[in-house]
């Protein structure tokens, strides 16, 4: 069983900033594709961004800009940076991993996390 542990989520105002972090086991952090993905109640799961293991990147269009995602080789950790939160961006936040061809955010990611939630404030 593959263990994905996200930190980081909580509460900012609209405009604020948060840094989302996903400790990976190595052999998964080294070789995979790593993710973030979002789903709010009534609305399906969206993928946000991925990185690969020599640090290529896709981005959803609406956070291209605002949201970077970036790995810590020493801590086997990934992160998803965001800064200029949006009133409709808060979400469950999920870590995903996956052996996929060009980390596609619109594959199937086989591996995923537990989970952290954002809340956006006006």
């Known amino acids: 069983q593959v263990q994905l542990v996200e930190s980081g989520g909580g509460s900012v105002q609209t405009g604020g900033s948060l840094r989302l972090s996903c400790a990976a086991p190595?052999?998964?952090?080294?070789?995979?594709?790593m993710g973030w993905f979002r789903q709010s109640p009534g609305r399906g799961r969206e993928g946000v961004a991925s990185?690969?293991?020599?640090?290529?990147?896709i981005y959803v269009d609406s956070v291209k800009g605002r949201f970077t995602i970036s790995k810590d080789n020493a801590k086997n950790t990934v992160y998803l940076q965001m800064n200029s939160l949006k009133p409709e961006e808060p979400a469950m936040y999920y870590c995903?991993?996956?052996?996929?061809?060009?980390?596609?955010?619109?594959?199937?990611?086989?591996?995923w996390g537990q989970g952290t939630q954002v809340t956006v404030s006006s």
């Open positions: 190595e052999y998964i952090y080294s070789s995979y594709c």
């Open positions: 990185i690969n293991s020599v640090g290529n990147t």
């Open positions: 995903a991993a996956g052996r996929l061809y060009e980390c596609s955010l619109r594959s199937r990611w086989g591996y």
